[in-house]
């Protein structure tokens, strides 16, 4: 039975979780949300930080840390804005860096976002 991870974030509107823990596999999927439930409608830069900052501590919050993250499913608005995402994405990951994909996709379902992640997490005892 998957055990769900509480985030601490606002319960999204969709029926999902945040993020569930199951065989020793973190799934987790991030947009821009603050902790108060509000979205950062920023730039490319400053949405990619909140976002990967939500990974961070949902990941912290499951008794892991980055270095555990095995898969990282990048989606974009535009491939335009993937310049701003890696330089982000640097400053949370280090070599060996998780697995990693990089998709442009028309919208995402979170008014005014750029960025949604997903991520898996091996979870190790």
């Known amino acids: 039975m998957p055990r769900i991870i509480e985030t601490g974030l606002t319960k999204p509107m969709a029926p999902h979780e945040w993020a569930v823990a199951v065989g020793g596999t973190l799934y987790s999927v991030h947009v821009p949300i603050r902790p108060d439930g ?26 892991a840390s980055l270095d555990e993250v095995v898969l990282v499913q990048i989606y974009l608005t535009s491939l335009d804005h993937k310049p701003l995402v890696d330089k982000v994405y640097k400053r949370f990951f280090e070599r060996p860096f998780p697995v990693r994909a990089c ?3 028309s919208d995402l379902p979170t008014s005014g976002t750029v960025i949604e992640v997903v991520a898996t997490t091996a979870l190790i005892d």
């Open 103 to 105: 998709v442009a996709v």
């Open 38 to 63: 509000s979205i950062e409608d920023g730039d490319a830069e400053r949405q990619t930080e909140v976002t990967l900052t939500d990974l961070q501590l949902t990941v912290q919050a499951a008794g």
